[in-house]
Nanobody
Framework: QVQLVESGGGLVQSGESLRLSCVAS????????VGWHRQAPGRQRELIGR???????NFADSGDGRFIISRDNDKNTVYLAMSRLKAVATVVYYC???????????????WGQGTQVTVVS
């Protein structure tokens, strides 16, 4: 079984930057494409962007040009770097991934539990 754990959230000032991490753990798996999403209170979860295993990224409109997604395959970790953060309601950031289990060749879709970011002015 593969798990994703996000971290790096917290309280930051408006205009500052923050980097979130998404770490995959488990046995005999290969971390595939990973996506980052955000969800504000009362709103649907929305895609920020994705990164392939080869490091190719694409962003949804909500990316807003302030996000950079990168990864370290040796560490099974994907990062979301956010800049010029805006003071809005607390937002929860999630990562998701398809992780191929090498013993079965099945690639389950896995979500993390989310990490909360609060930006204050």
């Amino acid at each position: 079984q593969v798990q994703l754990v996000e971290s790096g959230g917290g309280l930051v000032q408006s205009g500052e930057s923050l980097r979130l991490s998404c770490v995959a753990s488990g046995n005999s798996f290969i971390l595939g494409a990973v996506g980052w999403h955000r969800q504000a209170p009362g709103r649907q979860r929305e895609l920020i962007g994705r990164i392939t295993r080869d490091g190719v990224t694409n962003f949804a409109d909500s990316g807003d040009g302030r996000f950079i997604i990168s990864r370290d395959n040796d560490k099974n970790t994907v990062y979301l770097a956010m800049s010029r953060l805006k003071a809005v309601a607390t937002v929860v950031y999630y990562c998701d991934a398809f992780c191929r289990i090498t013993t079965t060749n099945i690639a389950p879709h896995v979500w993390g539990q989310g990490t909360q970011v609060t930006v204050v002015s």
